[in-house]
């Protein structure tokens, strides 16, 4: 069993930065891991993912070249740092993992999921 926490959300003013973590109770080395974002009233959205190794990373269409996955597995930790946030951007974040070897950016394809953590960006 994984268990996922999330941290580093909070309020950024438009054009800020945030840097998000998610620590893993367990192993997940050879997890696929990403990030979803969910507004609102709305789906939950891919964000990004990254493979086991962190040498393949996926991003949605709307955070490619501000938004930056990355993972340390030694601190089963991964990581989100965006940059240039705008206020539609505003939603709770989740962590999720994945114990596939694709890197997938469907929902349905993860298995484990945080509580999430807010990210509000103030226009």
């Known amino acids: 069993q994984v268990q996922l926490v999330e941290s580093g959300g909070g309020l950024v003013q438009a054009g800020g930065s945030l840097r998000l973590s998610c620590v893993a109770s367990?192993?997940?080395?050879?997890?696929?891991m990403g990030w979803f974002r969910q507004a609102p009233g709305k789906e939950r959205e891919f964000v990004a993912a990254i493979s086991a190794s962190g040498g393949s990373t996926v991003y949605g269409d709307s955070v490619k070249g501000r938004f930056t996955i990355s993972r340390d597995n030694a601190k089963n930790t991964q990581y989100l740092q965006m940059n240039s946030l705008q206020p539609e951007e505003t939603a709770v974040y989740f962590c999720?993992?994945?114990?596939?070897?694709?890197?997938?950016?469907?929902?349905?394809?993860?298995?484990?999921w945080g509580q999430g953590t807010q990210v509000t960006v103030s226009s």
């Open positions: 999720a993992a994945a114990a596939t070897v694709l890197v997938f950016t469907t929902p349905s394809r993860y298995t484990y």
């Open positions: 367990g192993r997940t080395s050879s997890y696929v």
